[in-house]
């Protein structure tokens, strides 16, 4: 206990660990007159909040490079979103966000046998997780406005936490169909809220995120997001971490 304390009050005082609000500056294309510019950055159409989510619009053995341009406390960088089939033997996704030859985020996904996506490890704001059972990421389908809650254990180190067991719950609410614009041009997309709530000990870690998973025929993923990471030990705030992505190039597929 008192080495995980030494290592957060280090981080707090070096690092800061507290992140101001972010916004993006990359759509370069003017957005309709009835669209909404979020406090991100991001430009959004109108909000079909009755259509249903199906997690049929998400690619599932997709193998390829993508632009993105990504933005948090530092500024905005160009990142690469490398995505690989990660098993031959089971739909499973590898997902990388690389800017400057470092790795950012990485995210182990699989495909559940009902049809949901799960991540089954992470790595995001230098705190690596594994998950079991893996966490809901998208479920098979979501009606607008009804959250689905399911618990989950996980283990996490990272930032002055130990490798200790904890548990947690993932919540994710579709929030209806929703363009977002994008440099690559506007994209059909739906918009869902995605929280990871977890406690290690007495470090309390969330992750939210709201996400546009492209919904046309293109199946380019997520194409937008906004993310809050935050963790808190005793109740004092160690990392308050906002990032916005968005896509700025689809790529081409790659081995």
Not at 39 to 45: D, E, R, T, Y
Request: glycine share 8%; hydrophobic share 45%.
């Amino acid at each position: 206990m008192r080495a995980l304390l030494i290592a957060l009050v280090a981080c707090y005082a070096v690092s800061g660990c507290v992140h101001a609000p972010v916004r993006i500056e990359a759509p370069a294309a003017a957005a309709p007159p009835d669209w909404e510019d979020r406090p991100s950055g991001i430009a959004v159409g109108p909000l079909d909040a009755a259509q249903p989510f199906s997690a049929a619009w998400f690619p599932r053995d997709a193998a390829r490079i993508d632009a993105f341009e990504r933005a948090d406390a530092s500024g905005t960088t160009l990142a690469e979103r490398r995505i690989t089939p990660a098993s031959p033997d089971r739909a499973t996704l590898e997902i990388k966000d690389i800017a400057s030859g470092e790795t950012l985020v990485q995210t182990h996904l699989v495909l559940a046998e009902d049809g949901s996506w799960r991540i089954e490890r992470s790595r995001a704001s230098g705190i690596e997780s594994t998950f079991d059972p893996p966490a809901l990421f998208l479920p098979a389908a979501a009606t607008p406005g009804e959250p689905i809650a399911e618990p989950f254990e996980v283990r996490s180190s990272g930032r002055g936490i130990p490798n200790n067991p904890g548990a947690g719950t993932a919540t994710v609410t579709a929030v209806g169909a929703q363009s977002v614009q994008t440099p690559a041009g506007p994209i059909d997309a739906y918009a869902l809220d995605i929280e990871l709530r977890f406690a290690i000990g007495p470090a309390k870690m969330r992750f939210d995120q709201r996400v546009w998973v492209d919904a046309g025929p293109t199946r380019l993923g997520v194409v937008a997001s906004e993310q809050h990471d935050t963790v808190r030990v005793f109740g004092i705030t160690f990392l308050n971490a906002r990032t916005v992505s968005v896509l700025s190039e689809p790529g081409a597929a790659h081995d």
